[in-house]
């Protein structure tokens, strides 16, 4: 009898390709493991909140409101909510085409893309357009979402960062493309050196392969670095010569916990640069609810803007997303309050910042206990205490 179209035999070969270390063997033996009984902590991913850290309780008090709308009818309300979480409750339902039941735009809903624009204005000093900007599941969707259209067979490659986060690996095998590695350098705080980008790009094509995007995850994951500007000119430089699609990974721009080099955003430096890169090189930047001291991972918000992609491009992009009707309503919610944050005089502000302070903190003191945990009295491992030691020297910035 013929295999079945879903019997491992038959099953596309791209599917079987695809390695994804972060739910890999690992985690699945520490799962059988926990069936067992036995207490895990799973540290195979980023995940704040399941291993102990507490929601901030401004927007979870936002959320909760939109979620049961009927609370704000109840004369008490305002007994058990602050009037800003009230009116920013208020806010984003009067936003929604039905409250958080209801389907958005396929590209998210358009107030909440308008705050995310400003918050890029505010950051970069340029301006950034609603309609260049799509909210997602996670950052994780958004990367998945432009590769498919970036790939159009093995014979397209993408150059992605070794240490590198294995979503870009594993969607490019399931997608059928090509990866093309570079290798940052530690010794140079893991920046990376043009001349093994054009190696790896040589090398690719000497294969027969197109390389056709550049990924760059800034800061690094799990490499911790933030690329300086002169890098990332260099990069947005080489994206130009080669004509190459950027794709900045930039999830992690609230985890910096040095002041000697700050988190600049591709999007800044690509502007600063000025003609023709200003206007020539196209660049697609990702961030998400998911990390820093938010850590809502569970909630999957995200987004991502696009810069000089061609209208007719972004019509198609809008396509794809529309399969999928509409991104998590409840978690752009949780976006908008991320890019439009509380603001000095409102009721709740207070509050907000002493809990990122204690998140804040709290990330610094771990590695500290976990370096003393794994030091023993040999000199040699006591340097990495030295150096976590040096990092949390660094006034936190609030």
Request: overall charge negative.
């Amino acid at each position: 009898m013929a295999p079945k179209a879903l019997d491992y035999e038959s099953m596309n070969e791209n599917v079987k390709k695809v390695q994804y270390a972060v739910r890999g063997e690992l985690y699945l033996r520490a799962s059988e493991l926990q069936k067992e009984g036995k207490k895990i902590i799973f540290t195979n991913v980023g995940n704040p909140h399941a291993l102990g850290q507490r929601p901030l309780t401004f927007p979870r008090q936002v959320v909760a409101l939109c979620q049961a709308p009927f609370l704000l009818d109840d004369p008490n309300v305002g007994i058990v909510f602050p009037a800003d979480a009230i009116a920013r409750a208020k806010h984003y339902l009067s936003l929604t085409s039905g409250g958080l039941g209801a389907y958005s735009d396929s590209r998210g809903i358009p107030g909440v893309r308008k705050e995310v624009a400003e918050f890029i204005e505010r950051r970069d000093g340029y301006p950034s357009d609603p309609e260049l900007i799509f909210l997602t599941d996670g950052a994780s969707k958004g990367v998945m979402q432009t590769l498919n259209c970036v790939i159009r067979g093995e014979g397209d490659g993408v150059l992605v960062p070794v240490p590198q986060y294995p979503l870009y690996s594993a969607t490019i095998s399931l997608l059928g493309g090509s990866l093309v590695p570079y290798y940052l350098e530690e010794t140079a705080n893991w920046g990376l050196d043009i001349n093994d980008l054009q190696q790896s790009v040589a090398q690719a094509r000497s294969k027969g392969i197109t390389v056709r995007a550049m990924v760059i995850i800034n800061p690094g994951n799990p490499t911790g670095q933030c690329l300086s500007e002169a890098n990332l000119r260099e990069i947005l430089r080489f994206c130009y010569q080669e004509n190459l699609v950027l794709l900045g990974d930039e999830v992690y721009q609230q985890n910096i916990y040095q002041d000697e080099r700050p988190f600049v955003s591709s999007k800044k430096v690509l502007m600063d640069m000025g003609l023709p890169f200003s206007k020539e090189v196209q660049l697609v930047s990702f961030h998400t609810v998911s990390k820093g001291y938010w850590g809502e991972c569970g909630q999957r918000g995200g987004y991502f803007e696009m810069t000089n992609i061609p209208p007719k491009t972004v019509d198609e992009i809008y396509k794809i997303a529309s399969i999928a009707l509409s991104p998590n309503v409840p978690a752009q919610i949780f976006m908008g309050l991320m890019v439009n944050p509380l603001k000095p005089g409102d009721i709740s502000y207070e509050q907000f910042v002493r809990e990122r302070y204690i998140h804040l903190n709290l990330v610094l003191y771990k590695p500290i206990l976990l370096s003393l945990a794994f030091c023993s009295s040999e000199l040699q491992k006591c340097f990495f205490i030295i150096s976590v030691i040096n990092i949390c020297c660094h006034q936190l910035e609030l």
